[in-house]
């Protein structure tokens, strides 16, 4: 009995995961046509509303995969794997601009619209993440500075600078050790 509920576990979670990563790679994939299209046919000033609405986006498949009541809606992991995903469909795209650009001078031309593009869109979606508050309630960022204070201000400060980039390290940590574990169940 505890066999087949282990097993049945073991779909549900191989299941979930799929759809969740599947997600994750189209809305990537999406992500990255629609900056590139911004690169070439729009301008940069707006980016901050863009990528607000795009966040919306993203967070609306993660509230469908944890359509259950009783489990909070997290954005974190969705949004990593998002710049996951980005990054790594930027970089394949790059690449592949790079290759034609070896016989064909549009190509080449592509390839450095869309190498500017990355570099616009980049510093300003990891900005995002770093300055927002959108993952945790902001107060409990100066909490754990104030604690902080009192052993070194200066020590302080730069977790309060950087405490976005902390708590994703220690999220992408935890996701590994995650992952881990399930490709340990799995196989």
């Known amino acids: 009995m505890a066999c087949c509920g282990s097993a049945k576990a073991k779909e549900e979670l191989k299941a979930g995961w799929l759809k969740f990563t599947l997600i994750a790679v189209l809305f990537g994939?999406?992500?990255?046509?629609?900056i590139t299209y911004l690169a070439f046919v729009r301008s940069f000033?707006?980016?901050?509303?863009?990528?607000?609405?795009l966040r919306f986006f993203l967070l609306l498949p993660f509230a469908w995969l944890t359509s259950d009541k009783r489990r909070p809606i997290a954005s974190l992991p969705v949004l990593l794997l998002f710049c996951l995903f980005l990054l790594l469909y930027s970089f394949i795209g790059l690449f592949l601009f790079s290759a034609a650009g070896l016989f064909s001078r549009t190509a080449r031309h592509y390839r450095r619209a869309f190498w500017a593009a990355l570099c616009r869109s980049m510093p300003a979606v990891f900005k995002e993440l770093l300055s927002d508050s959108y993952i945790w309630r902001p107060e409990l960022k100066c909490v754990i500075s104030g604690k902080l204070f009192r052993l070194s201000p200066a020590f302080s400060g730069l977790v309060f600078k950087y405490f976005n980039l902390i708590v994703?390290?220690?999220?992408?940590?935890?996701?590994?050790?995650?992952?881990?574990?399930?490709?340990?169940?799995?196989?």
Not at 29 to 34: E, P, Q, R, T
Not at 45 to 53: G, N, T
Not at 178 to 183: D, H, L
């Open 45 to 53: 000033s707006w980016f901050p509303l863009y990528w607000r609405v």
């Open 29 to 34: 994939g999406g992500g990255l046509a629609s």
């Open 168 to 187: 994703i390290v220690a999220m992408v940590g935890l996701i590994g050790l995650v992952a881990r574990a399930f490709f340990k169940l799995a196989g």
